[in-house]
């Protein structure tokens, strides 16, 4: 598990997120191997998450900070993580009314804060999520990519009141890929 705490008051306690191997041996290493392949296809290791949700999304309006991660799994990180690239998603109200958004990465995390600039959506995210009401957003990436990620609520006025409050937790997981592949480096012992 990991205890999170951000220079802007955001903080949270996430779980840790366990991935099973399937295979007795879901990884082949040879003595001259500098790197290995984990291949999360459902043979050699479980899926991993393709589409993710955050729920209960609480107004900016009443003074909540929805802080958003988005991680790419992925890539080589022998030498860098694979990139986020395009996002899609969708933003619902609490009548589930919708507006759809995109977002770009050539980083592997994506950071920001739900706001009428991020993401980007036609009305405004205070207008879709208005005070004392609640949404909900999905989203995925163009391609077939696996994502994992949290979200951090923040209310300077947290604890006076039912609807002010402080927490996170990692995203929901709505679909899985089979495509999803990383490889780490294998660092042999010196003796």
């Not at 306690?13 to 990884?27: D, N, R, W």
């Not at 984990?38 to 949700?53: C, E, I, T």
């Not at 004392?132 to 979200?151: I, P, Q, R």
Request: proline share 5%; glycine share 10%; with cysteine.
């Amino acid at each position: 598990d990991e205890y999170l705490k951000l220079p802007t008051g955001h903080s949270a306690v996430l779980g840790a997120e366990a991935i099973g191997a399937i295979s007795p041996t879901p990884v082949n290493c040879g003595t001259s191997t500098v790197t290995a392949t984990l291949n999360f296809d459902g043979f050699s290791y479980n899926f991993l998450p393709r589409v993710l949700a955050v729920d209960s999304i609480a107004s900016r309006g009443n003074n909540n900070d929805t802080f958003i991660v988005i991680n790419r799994l992925g890539g080589n990180l022998a030498t860098s993580a694979s990139g986020i690239g395009s996002i899609f998603g969708v933003l619902y109200n609490d009548t589930e009314v919708s507006q759809s958004f995109t977002l770009q990465s050539s980083r592997c995390q994506l950071t920001g804060s739900l706001s009428g600039s991020f993401p980007r959506t036609t009305p405004r995210f205070e207008q879709v999520i208005p005070s004392g009401t609640t949404g909900w957003m999905k989203f995925w990436t163009l391609g077939d990519t696996a994502l994992s990620g949290a979200a951090i609520n923040f209310n300077v006025n947290a604890g006076s009141g039912s609807q002010n409050f402080n927490q996170g937790h990692n995203l929901h997981k709505l679909t899985l890929t089979n495509t999803a592949t990383i490889s780490i480096p294998i660092f042999p012992p010196s003796c």
